[in-house]
């Protein structure tokens, strides 16, 4: 069972971050270079679709995952053990993640002009390097 969650897992990971990467690295340059902030919602209105799923999924299975490396769930809050960490690590990269989602919407989205499109690049770069640190976190549990 445990490796098939770890599939489902890893699969969820390709789409959040390799969604993000595809975004970062090909659409907002775009966007940027035409002013144009429209590529990257249309982006997002079709990539959204299969990615907030995954990301859920990703978190489904990640706690499934931290739940069967230590059952006592109180252990993920204490930073007793190298793995405890990186759980409540990837807690945290998660409560930033929906952080920055929520203030994308109600901050960005309503203010967004061609002139001012920093901030929306910043949001964009941030969440695609907090998705390449939940890779990085994950591998983290085996190869230390
Ligand atoms: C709260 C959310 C999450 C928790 C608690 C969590 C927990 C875990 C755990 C316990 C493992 C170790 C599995 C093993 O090596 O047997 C793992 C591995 C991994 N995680 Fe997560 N995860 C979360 C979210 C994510 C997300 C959103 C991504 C990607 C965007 C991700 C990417 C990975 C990767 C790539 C591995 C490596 C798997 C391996 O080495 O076999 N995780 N995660």
């Known amino acids: 069972m445990y490796k098939y969650v770890v599939v489902l897992h890893i699969l969820s990971a390709t789409v959040w971050t390799g969604g993000h990467l595809v975004l970062a690295l090909t659409v907002l340059p775009k966007a940027l270079k035409r002013k144009d902030p429209q590529l990257i919602f249309e982006f997002d209105s079709g990539f959204e ?17 931290a739940y069967q490396m230590a059952s006592d769930v109180s252990v993920w809050f204490s930073f007793e053990s190298y793995v405890s960490t990186l759980i409540l690590t990837k807690i945290t990269l998660f409560a930033l993640t929906v952080a920055l989602a929520v203030d994308a919407r109600v901050r960005i989205v ?3 002009s061609p002139d ?25 549990f085996r190869g230390g």
């Open 49 to 65: 679709r299969i990615g907030i799923p995954s990301l859920l999924l990703g978190v489904a299975t990640g706690l499934w995952l």
């Open 110 to 112: 309503s203010k967004i």
């Open 116 to 140: 001012n499109m920093k901030t929306l690049a910043f949001h964009v770069i941030l969440v695609t390097i907090i998705s390449i640190l939940f890779v990085i976190m994950g591998v983290g």
